[in-house]
């Protein structure tokens, strides 16, 4: 039996002090279910713990623990320490500067998630940034095409994650605890920054995730590593990527030569994969010229966040 519905675990590493409160602030406000909150921090240079710790404190947050590495050792090992201690049965991650949409976003995804029987699943990303303490919400979402997800079409689904790589914004998942200790373990040794690597894993041995069609995340889309990448971490994500494929590859032999050409540039003229990706960006480019991502966005709810 697990003591909490869902551990938020948040894994840091030198974040912003102000976003990372905000965080804070989104998740003591979640209503409807239990939980408690987990902070991994990564090795920062004189982690602010006392002040984390006075903080809680003056919310009166009880349900809480801050476990520290001594030296940085990259995203995936500082999640799976977030794991490892966690005590929800359900955990979801959520990095400084994303927040809950609103104040009952975290039940609504637990709730759909024990109705349907999902283990994992991921729900709408609704992309914005801040300036000069003003915000802009951005008509943007991952993945760019929902209409698999939508129809719970499992072979479309495999296809965009395995040959298009569209992948879900991985702060929109979550997901049960021990199924993603086992994921994040798997991959432990492989990958090191690109923690929602374990749901392509998934996915290709045949666990679906499920799709909550409401608005389930604040996700900021002008700053961190996916989003402004420098030349260096280009290079380390795409080290991610391949040795996610490799680990694809060694469990299924069916994947052999897709591996291979992804390896080789994803354009080899005449491959059934070449001619699926490029149909189905032509279909993404439609979507995102005639379509809009933008269901039911309320932008109170992110000024009451900016607001305290």
């Known amino acids: ?115 349907e029987g999902h283990r994992i699943a991921f729900g709408r990303s609704c992309y914005y940034s801040m300036g000069d303490g003003q915000f802009h919400i951005y008509n943007g979402m991952q993945p760019y095409q929902l209409r698999p997800h939508l129809e719970r079409d499992i072979p479309a689904i495999k296809e965009a994650y395995l040959v298009c790589q569209d992948y879900a914004t991985g702060a929109a998942f979550m997901g049960e605890r021990e199924l993603m200790i086992s994921y994040s373990a798997l991959i432990r040794e492989h990958v090191v920054y690109l923690e929602d690597a374990v749901y392509v894993l998934m996915i290709a041995d045949d666990i679906m995730p499920g799709f909550w069609n409401h608005n389930f995340i604040w996700y900021e889309c002008k700053t961190g590593l996916t989003n402004v990448p ?18 694809i590859a060694q469990r299924h032999a069916e994947f052999a030569d897709l591996y291979r050409w992804h390896m ?44 305290d």
């Open 1 to 115: 039996m697990s003591k909490y519905d869902v551990s938020v675990c948040i894994p840091t590493y030198c974040s912003d002090c102000d976003n990372f409160i905000r965080t804070l602030t989104s998740i003591i406000r979640q209503r409807g279910c239990s939980y408690e909150i987990v902070i991994a921090d990564d090795g920062t240079p004189g982690f602010r713990q006392q002040e984390i710790e006075a903080w809680m404190e003056e919310h009166h947050v009880q349900d809480y623990s801050i476990i520290r590495s001594a030296r940085n050792k990259g995203v995936v090992r500082n999640v799976l320490n977030a794991y490892s201690i966690a005590e929800g049965r359900y955990v979801k991650l959520l990095s400084p500067n994303d927040y809950f949409y609103d104040d009952t976003a975290l039940a609504g995804m637990l709730h759909f998630m024990e109705n």
């Open 264 to 307: 080789e540039g994803r354009n080899t003229v005449g491959s059934p994969y070449t001619n699926i990706l490029r149909d189905y960006y032509a279909e993404v480019e439609q979507i995102i010229q005639t379509g809009s991502y933008l269901q039911d966005v309320e932008p109170q709810e992110l000024v009451k966040l900016i607001a």
């Open 230 to 247: 420098s030349p260096e971490w280009k290079e380390r994500m795409w080290a991610d990527n391949c040795a996610t494929l490799a680990i």
